[in-house]
């Protein structure tokens, strides 16, 4: 289990479970959410964050795929939670890595929307990148494609 919390300290929050598969995204979106240069989202199932003090505020945006992105941050200092994008199924949710109190051993699996990325910001060549999204299958490993199989098949 991991611990997080936003840069006041209003929001506290705990990670229970294992992310799925690890985003660098550099598109222009997560690099606004964030002020930086990308964001590092840990596709997690919502049950698995919970929220023990404090209360998100969301503000909704029209993402990349065209659908609803619901983005969480603490609205007394702004910093970035999470999100909820409409074209990923409702069981997941996007964790900023940012938001954990300890977050040394996180490692994206993947670089995405590498077509936004600005120019001082270098990858390493160990890791797959993308100009824009991936197909899961190319990334993820067994265990996670197995683990998202049985949690759509599970009724909600
Ligand atoms: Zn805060
Ligand atoms: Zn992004």
Known sequence: MKTGSCLCG??????????????????VECQK???????????VEA??????????K????QGGSGQPHDVHFCGDCGSAIYSRYHAAPPQFLF???GCLDDS???RPDVHIFLKDRQDGVKVGEDTPQYEGYYHFKEVWSEASQMRFKQILSQPS
């Open 10 to 27: 209003q929001i506290q929050l705990k990670l229970t479970g294992e992310p799925l598969v690890t985003h660098a995204c550099h598109c």
């Open 47 to 56: 049950k698995d964050v919970e929220v023990s003090q404090g209360e998100l």
């Open 33 to 43: 959410i964030t002020g930086s240069a990308y964001g590092v989202n840990l596709w």
């Open 95 to 97: 964790l900023r890595s």
């Open 58 to 61: 969301s503000f909704t945006t």
């Open 104 to 106: 040394s051993d996180i």
